[in-house]
């Protein structure tokens, strides 16, 4: 079940005004202003952001609602962190908000209300001020219905968000590593003596030898060292002691009283990297087991994986919100905007704003997709060869887009992959 706004069609709009409701929300507590259908401040109070202060806000409101005998209620918060999560199903589950009253809550991106806070007078920024122009977004703004929970798909999404947190702490563990590894081995990624950095051999290097150890010893010593580190699973371990002591001959020297702090940094770094990575394995399997639970269509897909399968899917929810399959493509990022003006057509520009989450499973997928499935392989590789610059980002995120056709399709009609079908705008006969 999805918990959207509710909305009472036994009551009639016509009844009275509306009340227009700002929350500029905080980890201890929300600030409210309430204004009605021309604008003017009704109320001002600040409740806590628990649940006694959300019994105070509702009563609140409905104390103003009857005193300027309102049937329709308009409330308005940023989804700022999760902030909004616990009040946002307070107020979409209360029966007595529903019922008695036209009930409609939204969610604002806050770069939206920034945006309304900047088209407005020169204003100051503080709580009181926001929760009014959250407000003034509510009153005036094109502001749709929230769909931000999923109850079916929620635990899925909670645990695929936390997974990109992972991988993204990941990324920032291993670039760390990366520049302080250029301090020891200048050369190292340069010369790439092995296909990673990050694999058990090359760590061991890194982190039990110096460059001039490196230097002082033959190719057979070294060559020999390297053997027994790798438990002999290095495929030429000649080639690869010749590269390591090319490495260390072309590398800066570090100072002495350097080597030491960088040594502990990058061993540190690299249990890090370790850590994380064995953290994903642990959450991949724990998402696989939860989408285990679910019939869906997107695991047909050859090379797509459970994994992003369940990141795509816990994003998207039910798709009976989108209309077309380009509402999701904006709706992951996966969008070009136009800009016209006279005669002039500039260049399309892509729409950065969207669900980050879900244009990253995407983007993955997509980048499974063209090793692992032909058709796609095909696709990204015509991409790639169209512009000279670029080539790969460009071509992943075209692949990603042309993924979000067949997404939206097999979701909606609930049908298994057929290479070739792209009609996403098409419903089932």
Same mark, same amino acid.
């Given at each position: 079940?999805?918990?959207?706004?509710?909305?009472?069609?036994?009551?009639?709009?016509?009844?009275?005004?509306?009340?227009?409701?700002?929350?500029?929300?905080?980890?201890?507590?929300?600030?409210?202003?309430?204004?009605?259908?021309?604008?003017?401040?009704?109320?001002?109070?600040?409740?806590?952001?628990?649940?006694?202060?959300?019994?105070?806000?509702?009563?609140?409101?409905?104390?103003?609602?009857?005193?300027?005998?309102?049937?329709?209620?308009?409330?308005?918060?940023?989804?700022?962190?999760?902030?909004?999560?616990?009040?946002?199903?307070?107020?979409?589950?209360?029966?007595?908000?529903?019922?008695?009253?036209?009930?409609?809550?939204?969610?604002?991106?806050?770069?939206?209300?920034?945006?309304?806070?900047?088209?407005?007078?020169?204003?100051?920024?503080?709580?009181?001020?926001?929760?009014?122009?959250?407000?003034?977004?509510?009153?005036?703004?094109?502001?749709?219905?929230?769909?931000?929970?999923?109850?079916?798909?929620?635990?899925?999404?909670?645990?695929?968000?936390?997974?990109?947190?992972?991988?993204?702490?990941?990324?920032?563990?291993?670039?760390?590593?990366?520049?302080?590894?250029?301090?020891?081995?200048?050369?190292?990624?340069?010369?790439?003596?092995?296909?990673?950095?990050?694999?058990?051999?090359?760590?061991?290097?890194?982190?039990?030898?110096?460059?001039?150890?490196?230097?002082?010893?033959?190719?057979?010593?070294?060559?020999?060292?390297?053997?027994?580190?790798?438990?002999?699973?290095?495929?030429?371990?000649?080639?690869?002691?010749?590269?390591?002591?090319?490495?260390?001959?072309?590398?800066?020297?570090?100072?002495?009283?350097?080597?030491?702090?960088?040594?502990?940094?990058?061993?540190?770094?690299?249990?890090?990297?370790?850590?994380?990575?064995?953290?994903?394995?642990?959450?991949?399997?724990?998402?696989? &087991?939860?989408?285990?639970?679910?019939?869906?269509? *997107? +695991?047909?897909? !050859?090379?797509?994986? /459970?994994? #992003? $399968?369940?990141?795509?899917?816990?994003?998207?929810?039910?798709?009976?919100?989108?209309?077309?399959?380009?509402?999701?493509?904006?709706?992951?990022?996966?969008?070009?905007?136009?800009?016209?003006?006279?005669?002039?057509?500039?260049?399309?520009?892509?729409?950065?704003?969207?669900?980050?989450?879900?244009?990253?499973?995407?983007?993955?997928?997509?980048?499974?997709?063209?090793?692992?499935?032909?058709?796609?392989?095909?696709?990204?590789?015509?991409?790639?060869?169209?512009?000279? &610059?670029?080539?790969?980002?460009?071509?992943?995120? *075209? +692949?990603?887009? !042309?993924?979000?056709? /067949?997404? #939206? $399709?097999?979701?909606?009609?609930?049908?298994?992959?057929?290479?070739?079908?792209?009609?996403?705008?098409?419903?089932?006969?």
């Amino acid at each position: 079940m999805i918990y959207l706004s509710t909305i009472n069609s036994n009551l009639s709009a016509d009844k009275a005004g509306t009340l227009y409701v700002g929350i500029d929300l905080s980890l201890k507590s929300n600030q409210v202003v309430v204004t009605d259908t021309f604008g003017k401040q009704l109320a001002t109070f600040a409740v806590g952001n628990d649940l006694p202060g959300a019994n105070k806000f509702k009563e609140k409101i409905i104390q103003i609602a009857k005193q300027y005998q309102i049937a329709t209620i308009k409330i308005g918060m940023e989804a700022t962190s999760l902030y909004w999560w616990h009040l946002y199903q307070f107020l979409v589950q209360d029966e007595t908000l529903n019922k008695e009253y036209i009930l409609d809550v939204f969610t604002l991106n806050p770069k939206l209300v920034k945006r309304f806070h900047k088209a407005t007078a020169d204003l100051d920024k503080t709580d009181p001020i926001d929760a009014s122009v959250i407000a003034d977004t509510v009153r005036f703004g094109k502001v749709t219905q929230s769909h931000l929970i999923d109850e079916v798909y929620e635990p899925l999404k909670r645990l695929t968000r936390f997974r990109c947190h992972l991988v993204t702490s990941l990324i920032v563990e291993k670039n760390y590593f990366l520049t302080h590894l250029f301090l020891k081995y200048s050369s190292w990624q340069k010369i790439k003596p092995f296909s990673s950095a990050f694999g058990t051999t090359a760590q061991e290097i890194i982190s039990k030898f110096d460059p001039e150890e490196i230097t002082n010893l033959s190719i057979t010593e070294l060559a020999e060292r390297m053997i027994g580190l790798s438990r002999n699973r290095l495929a030429d371990p000649v080639k690869t002691a010749l590269l390591v002591k090319e490495v260390a001959n072309s590398s800066y020297q570090l100072a002495n009283k350097l080597k030491e702090p960088i040594d502990l940094i990058l061993t540190n770094t690299y249990d890090n990297i370790r850590y994380f990575g064995e953290k994903i394995k642990t959450i991949d399997a724990v998402i696989e &087991k939860e989408f285990s639970r679910y019939t869906n269509p *997107l +695991t047909s897909i !050859k090379g797509i994986g /459970l994994v #992003f $399968a369940a990141g795509i899917t816990a994003e998207l929810g039910t798709t009976s919100r989108f209309r077309r399959q380009s509402q999701v493509g904006k709706y992951a990022g996966l969008a070009w905007k136009k800009s016209q003006s006279g005669e002039f057509t500039a260049e399309e520009t892509p729409r950065k704003p969207g669900n980050t989450y879900l244009r990253y499973y995407l983007v993955q997928a997509a980048s499974s997709l063209r090793v692992h499935n032909e058709e796609y392989k095909v696709y990204y590789e015509r991409k790639y060869q169209e512009v000279p &610059k670029h080539q790969h980002k460009r071509a992943l995120v *075209l +692949t990603a887009r !042309k993924l979000v056709r /067949l997404c #939206f $399709a097999m979701l909606r009609d609930q049908r298994f992959y057929q290479p070739g079908n792209q009609k996403g705008d098409q419903p089932k006969s």
